[in-house]
């Protein structure tokens, strides 16, 4: 086993070859765009006179970044630290394969949503896509965590990224599709294609290494760190790319509000399923951030406070009855091991999200818009606007999401299943051990774990 | 006691209810101001020709925001965690309390500051806004932590955010006081409210769950992750209300220096209290934090940062002496068992804040404010301002706040004294066991723990 | 030894005195600035008419500030709560000196970078200023951590703020230097400051706290809330204080990519150098950040993302490589014993980070530049600019500094060996029972570690 699963030559090769392939992509691809550039902007500010350096991109823009920055480092790696002998990778892995994702997801990004003269442009917007891609390959590493390599995690990423970059091409500029906060291209994608891949990847003697596959007291604690900031943070999540001014405004309010309705929603039914009326831990660290993927297509339109509550407090109750009632049927039935439950938190919350989007898409009039119509719908131009036609779109970007997404996650699936990526025994799931060093030497047990 | 402290069909009826009643309130009375509305915002700036989209206060407000929510959920979140059995519902109840609250008061201040046509508008000031007053009751919180269950927290919640937003209303628009930080609105108020709830709740019998009223290695770590965090956190806690450009940069700054001051204040009495000069964890935890809460009135005003650090020194002076010598007297002797000490944290430096507010206002003059003085005080007016009459406006304040916290605390400590909430029995206080799933397995003992 | 180490008169009087120093100096010589002066701003304001309060300089960098902030406090102390019974004593003592080491940095960068009759001006700039001044200081702390009371760390402080203020003033003004991100003034002075302070310190018989002198699992997992917000939050450090608009947005960016290439290359080499493969936490926890110091001088200049993640490859993997073979050595053969590894994180990167931004320098040229020469290099006035000139300069910097940071080390470390602050003895370093109240009752072990 010692030799199966060891990294010593797998990881560092791969590593090492990855950052030299991205280094010399971006050395002939990259390049400043014109709020990054010391050239550019200076000579623009110049010429035009009318703009100023406090209209740079990166006033608006950096402060939610880091936000979402918080969110895919701290939020989703903490978010996994819940398992009892899985913390060192859960925090690890994750910073791991969000570095190399987000620097692959600028170039295929780039590739995709249009080159300027050959040439790929980054700066504060780019930045905030890449985070974005990379959360979705961090939905997926739920669905597996504790089962992979940190070699068949890369892997994935690579496939992963690449996938949501045509997805999202196809959404945003082909469909026109509104997904700022991304229910669809990041939540929906990454948890479709996650559940499939762990599909692929079925264990079916995965109870051998059942008593680790669960939380301990303090696991739950650091777990929750990752809960509050992803909580916290998920306004500026869906709001970090909306246009500037009243959307921008308007989409970090609605999620605020959907949020605080789903937190309700969480605590009563983790209450109501339990027949001693106790809380579940698992159920307050992921369902109550459900209304936050709820409204990451439509936070950005005329939602409404009341309409974002109605909709945090279906996406709060769906997926504390998700963890509850169907990932054990999903287990059993389909064959599908989803560890962290990204079904119940991305899965069918993006749905609903996608959902959402497209009806109020559709109900979206100039009347309630006024000048602004266009300003949240691209093809919101004054007499062109088709509210139906709209909806429309939206749909067909669920449907076209979800296929990419199972079909992609098929592919995938399959490739991290050849047997050269070091991937951990049955018995050995959910085990630090196997990747980290290991040698405590806790001189007075007693004093040093109280 | 399993039957008496059931939270079964209480805890998810009372979510359910008063969320349903919210999002009826918020479909009939909640609107988008200004600079969330789509069409508003971009018919004004069309019009005017002279507002762009990055006036608009999203871009003011909005990362001062997040620093106040960070403060609201992990600040006072991990802050309690610093018990021992109790940390899922020092962060998991405030998470609940905190979620409830904020929509509530939406509702109440909106109400009582004012409605446009029978409308409450909302934007991200009145996100702020509905933030402190959740602060107030986390406050609060402080003070019954472990002793009551979520039921009694949420009908605390109730209470409490409705005569918040009465006082606020008193002080803010009928005195016309200055408290940007909330001295006395969120302090003073959360705290002697808090108080005086504990005190009617007293429990002669709480020795019988003393082992469990304590702190143990980790979980003073965990708390120390919320002190630091409201430390951080604290220039933008003050500064968040204020006016734009200079109110707002200097209470931030006023803020910083009087922190500063008063870490130093409380290491140095922590350790000179002790009889062997050690450090207690309790001291730096809480009493670090004071001087935040001194300026909170003074801040925005000429203070000066010498000003702002001698507060902050006084506010961790008295801090820590009333950890060390006043809370066992109020315990014993006045039967106030306040489990976090929010007397001496939030109830003297609040205090405190509130004259310094009024001295500082009493010798506020045009000579040294120029243009700046209507900038911070409304009634700054040229030619009518009065300083001494500012100051006593300011005094009585403090006064009604603390006659309003002492009639509603009362109040509402009976209300939740009715033997229908499930609070827990004099034998498990302090104890998570009773409201959350803790059925661990901890497959390896030795090395799960170290 | 409890007589020896008892800090009951020491600590208080150190910190009463130093505050109450502190408060006079600042009641005599600081003033708010014109961003932060009521009088001021709106005199400024009404007088010129272009002036907007969206321009007061709070808005360009409070939110980098609040980054900052948490690096120093969250990030610092955290990171260093690695040591399985030093938790307190290093998020304590973090918090202790960093608190007065922004204030006594705030007088001597004011005193050194000019003052205005008489007078030092202060704003969110000088707030940024003096926290990256502070940053040195617990950088030399992570040398001696453990080793040292908080007695003598604070005198270490009084030093070292006042030498790295000279040494800044050599830099910035006298050799017109870059060094936004302080690759020069914060990172290699901290770190080669700190190495002789250590080095003067020796302990031959340190093997006797050897055992404490570890991490285990919980505390690892929490040095990790440290290295996560040190690496998310760096692009906001570098970029804190460059000029607004493009240099600023562009030194976040390079950082980005830098750090997202350096924790590839630290995953790379941490596994390829363990004989088994197994990835090592205390590589992961520090080399990963090498690469925002190896950007701190370069990141404001076209450096291009290409060229970041060069450097950011290279700065991981000397880090790595110098915790697994540099180290070792340096114990053994130099006796310095180096409990971070200081000069893996910030000696050795922040070398190359300063001969990065002389190459760098030398080769900017108004063709790449263009108007935007001027904004990154005071001295790029069209005609004037000899971009050898400047790469030699920065080149002298780098050993000016290093000068500064031997010399200013040996004394102070000679000062700190005087037998009067309490220093711990041989057999206790690394242990917090020394310093801090830990008389825990934990009732029921069993569920309370797990």
Same mark, same amino acid.
């Given at each position: 086993m010692a030799e199966a699963t060891n990294m010593r030559l797998r990881l560092p090769l791969l590593c090492i070859i990855l950052e030299v392939i991205l280094i010399?992509?971006?050395?002939?691809?990259?390049?400043? =765009? #014109?709020?990054t550039d010391a050239k550019l902007w200076n000579a623009n500010k110049n010429q035009s006179a009318t703009r100023h350096d406090y209209e740079n991109e990166f006033y608006y823009r950096y402060p939610s970044f880091q936000d979402v920055h918080v969110?895919? *480092? #701290?939020?989703?790696g903490f978010l996994m630290t819940f398992l009892q002998r899985y913390g !060192?990778?859960? $925090?690890? *892995? =994750?910073?791991?394969?969000a570095a190399f994702s987000l620097q692959w997801a600028t170039l295929m990004q780039g590739f995709f949503h249009g080159m300027h003269h050959g040439k790929i442009h980054v700066g504060v917007t780019s930045m905030i896509n890449a985070d974005f891609c990379t959360g979705s390959v961090l939905i997926s590493f739920g669905a597996v965590l504790g089962k992979t390599s940190p070699v068949q995690l890369l892997v994935m990423a690579i496939f992963e990224v690449t996938l949501f970059a045509v997805n999202e091409f196809i959404l945003l500029t082909i469909l026109g599709a509104n997904d700022a906060g991304g229910s669809m291209t990041i939540h929906t994608f990454g %948890?479709? *294609?996650?559940? #499939?891949v762990t599909r692929v990847l079925y264990r079916p003697n995965l109870d051998k290494s059942k008593h680790r596959n669960s939380s301990v007291y303090h696991s739950d604690l650091f777990a929750m760190i990752g809960t509050i900031y992803l909580w916290m943070f998920w306004p500026s999540f869906n709001s970090a790319i909306t246009n500037y001014g009243d959307p921008q405004h308007r989409t970090a309010m609605n999620t605020y509000y959907s949020l605080a309705s789903c937190t309700l929603a969480t605590f009563a039914f983790s209450a109501l399923v339990n027949p001693e009326g106790k809380l579940d831990m698992v159920h307050i660290q992921n369902a109550a951030l459900a209304g936050g993927v709820a409204v990451g297509t439509a936070g950005e339109m005329m939602l409404t406070p009341f309409g974002s509550m109605i909709v945090g407090f279906l996406a709060g109750t769906i997926s504390v009855l998700g963890y509850k009632y169907l990932?054990? $049927?999903?287990?059993?039935?389909?064959?599908?091991?989803?560890?962290c439950g990204i079904h119940n938190l991305h899965g069918m919350p993006g749905v609903?999200? %996608?959902? $959402?989007? %497209?009806?109020?898409s559709a109900l979206a009039s100039p009347a309630v818009y006024g000048n602004g119509l266009q300003r949240v719908f691209a093809d919101g131009e004054p007499g062109e606007w088709n509210a139906q036609s709209r909806g429309g779109f939206q749909a067909i970007s669920?449907?076209?999401?979800?296929?990419?997404?199972?079909?992609?996650?098929?592919?995938?699936? !399959?490739?991290?299943?050849?047997?050269?990526?070091? %991937?951990?025994?049955?018995?050995?799931?959910f085990e630090d051990g196997l990747y980290w060093e290991l040698e405590f030497n806790a001189y007075n047990i007693k004093l040093s774990v109280i």
């Open positions: 010399i992509l971006f050395g002939t691809l990259v390049e400043y =765009n #014109v709020d969110m895919i *480092f #701290v939020g989703f !060192f990778s859960s $925090v690890g *892995f =994750n910073f791991l394969i %948890a479709y *294609f996650g559940l #499939v990932t054990p $049927v999903l287990e059993s039935k389909l064959k599908i091991q989803d560890t609903l999200g %996608a959902v $959402v989007g %497209a009806v109020t669920l449907v076209v999401t979800l296929g990419m997404a199972l079909i992609g996650g098929l592919v995938t699936g !399959f490739i991290l299943k050849l047997p050269i990526y070091g %991937a951990p025994p049955d018995t050995h799931c």
